[in-house]
């Protein structure tokens, strides 16, 4: 059974820090892995989807990385801002059933003024 | 064009009773998904459609749920006898197809309290 794990829960930097958010999952054989956004009360807005085939993706001020053989991601946000606070959330979709999403638990950012 | 919109919003019912819970796809969209947030939990699977057919319901927990999208749009996620645990956000999704590039585009979501 796949799990995901996001490291850490929550965290709080000064606005303009560089930051770094952790995803990682047991099982290997994914289909993709998307990040999303999440506001309090809303739904999720999709930032970046990475392909198994790729290892990083780029948005903006958003890159996202994959390493399919250690089973980890990471979300990278350069310059933050205070629009930036939200809960992020990783979710990975496995090769044997590709419309099964599981996602991990987010991680809340907040970025102070 | 339009997103993934949910309706209702919020809903509120007794225990035991039975609600309705719908969601509109993308136009186009031949994949539909439906998940469930707890409070400080990311999103759990419930189910996922391909076009009109439910092509993984093992996320569904018990045969209190039940979810249809008979002509491949509108899907309607049914539950019966609703106990106080059904309480959560229900998510809906939907994406172009089920290839490896589709984003999964979310709606707003469906808050239901059971009293």
């Known amino acids: 059974k796949q799990e995901v794990t996001q490291i850490p829960a929550a965290l709080s930097v000064p606005e303009g820090e560089n930051l770094v958010l952790n995803c990682s999952f047991t099982?290997?054989?994914?289909?993709?892995l998307q990040w999303f956004r999440q506001d309090p009360g809303k739904g999720l807005t999709s930032l970046l989807l990475?392909?198994?085939?790729?290892r990083e993706q780029t948005s903006g001020r958003l890159n996202a990385s994959l390493d399919k053989s250690s089973g980890r991601s990471t979300l990278y946000i350069a310059a933050s801002q205070p629009g930036d606070s939200a809960t992020y959330l990783c979710?990975?979709?496995?090769?044997?059933?590709?419309?099964?999403?599981?996602f991990g638990d987010g991680t809340t950012l907040t970025v102070k003024p | 064009g339009a997103g993934v919109s949910q309706t209702p919003s919020n809903k509120v019912t007794e225990k035991g009773k039975y609600v309705e819970l719908r969601c509109d796809p993308i136009?186009?969209?031949?994949?539909l998904y439906w998940y469930r947030q707890s409070l400080g939990q990311g999103p759990e699977f419930l189910i996922y459609?391909?076009?009109?057919?439910?092509?993984?319901d093992s996320g569904l927990p018990n045969d209190r749920f039940f979810a249809v999208r008979p002509e491949g749009s509108v899907s309607t996620l049914k539950i019966q006898r609703t106990e106080r645990g059904d309480s959560a956000v229900y998510l809906c999704?939907?994406?172009?197809?089920?290839?490896?590039?589709?984003?999964?585009?979310f709606g707003p979501g469906t808050r239901l309290t059971v009293l």
């Open positions: 999704a939907s994406s172009l197809t089920r290839e490896r590039t589709d984003t999964q585009y």
């Open positions: 459609f391909q076009g009109t057919g439910a092509a993984d």
């Open positions: 990475i392909q198994s085939s790729q």
């Open positions: 979710a990975v979709r496995p090769d044997t059933n590709a419309g099964k999403s599981t």
């Open positions: 099982d290997s054989a994914i289909y993709n």
């Open positions: 136009s186009g969209h031949t994949a």
